[in-house]
C-alpha cells in the first residue's frame, strides 16, 4: 500500500523562477492538506483540495502562490517568482477515514 | 487566538529513563489531537488520535492521554532509536480538517 509521495525531494530554485512541488496522495485518498515547515518553525497550514475543487486556501499568501488538484494526476502546489523567504520543506498530507492525516516525505525548497 | 503548545522544547534522556511530553491546546471545539514523530529530513508520521477527554491510546513504548487543556505522551522505558521531534496537532470546530500543530519536543534518547 503506497503511502503519500511528494517530488522532487529537493528543489533549487534561483530568486524569481517558479517552483512545482507535486503529491499524490495514498490510495483512494481524494483529499489532500498542503503545509509549509520553516526552520525552528511548525508547520503552517496552507491549502486544503478536493478534487477538482479548493476547500480552503485560508493559509496560502495572497499573492504568487497556487494550488490545484486536477481529476487526473497529482496535486501541485505552484508558487512563481520564488523569493529567498520561501525557502522552506513544503509538506502534503493525506486525509483518512478517522480525520487523521499522513503526511509525505516533503519536498525541500532551496532559493538561491 | 487558537494555539498548541508543547514543552519541553527539548528532552534528553537515558535509555531506559521513563518520561513525559506535554502539548496544551486553546482551541474551541476539539475535534481530535494528533500526535505525531518527525525523525530529521522526513516528514510527520502518524502516531495517535484523542477525541475525549479521558482517551488514552498506547503503541509499544508510548501512552498518549487527553484532558480538557492537554495531552501527554508518556515515554516508558525509551530506547535510542525512539530519538525523534515529537509533533502534536490538533483540529478544531472552526477548521476544514486543517491541524495546528505545536512546535514540538525533540527528545534525544542516550544509550
Known amino acids: 500500500n503506497a503511502g503519500v509521495m511528494q517530488n522532487p525531494r529537493h528543489l533549487v530554485r534561483r530568486r524569481g523562477q517558479e517552483a512545482r512541488l507535486r503529491c499524490s496522495p495514498m490510495?483512494?485518498?481524494?483529499?489532500v492538506y498542503w503545509y509549509r515547515q520553516l526552520p525552528e518553525e511548525g508547520l503552517k497550514f496552507m491549502v486544503y483540495?478536493?478534487?477538482?475543487?479548493?476547500?480552503?486556501e485560508s493559509g496560502m499568501p495572497k499573492e504568487r502562490f497556487s494550488a490545484e488538484f486536477p481529476k487526473e494526476g497529482p496535486s501541485i502546489l505552484r508558487i512563481q517568482q520564488v523569493v529567498r523567504g520561501d525557502s522552506a520543506a513544503y509538506f502534503c498530507?493525506?486525509?483518512?477515514?478517522?480525520?487523521?492525516?499522513?503526511f509525505g516525505p516533503g519536498t525541500r525548497l532551496t532559493v538561491t | 487566538e487558537d494555539q498548541v503548545t508543547q514543552s519541553p522544547e527539548a528532552l534528553r534522556l537515558q535509555e531506559g529513563e521513563s518520561s513525559s511530553l506535554n502539548c496544551s491546546y486553546t482551541?474551541?471545539?476539539?475535534?481530535?489531537l494528533f500526535w505525531y514523530r518527525q525523525d530529521p529530513g522526513k516528514g510527520p508520521e502518524f502516531l495517535f488520535t484523542?477525541?475525549?477527554a479521558g482517551e488514552e491510546k498506547e503503541k509499544e513504548r508510548l501512552k498518549a492521554t487527553l484532558t480538557k487543556k492537554e495531552s501527554f505522551l508518556h515515554i516508558t522505558a525509551p530506547k535510542p532509536e525512539d530519538s525523534a521531534t515529537y509533533l502534536c496537532?490538533?483540529?478544531?470546530?472552526?477548521?476544514?480538517?486543517?491541524?495546528?500543530f505545536g512546535k514540538g519536543t525533540k527528545l534525544s534518547v542516550k544509550p
Open positions: 490510495k483512494g485518498h481524494s483529499h
Open positions: 484523542l477525541y475525549s
Open positions: 496537532a490538533v483540529r478544531y470546530g472552526g477548521s476544514q480538517g486543517n491541524l495546528i
Open positions: 483540495l478536493q478534487k477538482e475543487n479548493i476547500i480552503d
Open positions: 482551541v474551541s471545539g476539539l475535534r481530535g
Open positions: 498530507a493525506s486525509l483518512g477515514q478517522m480525520g487523521e492525516q499522513y
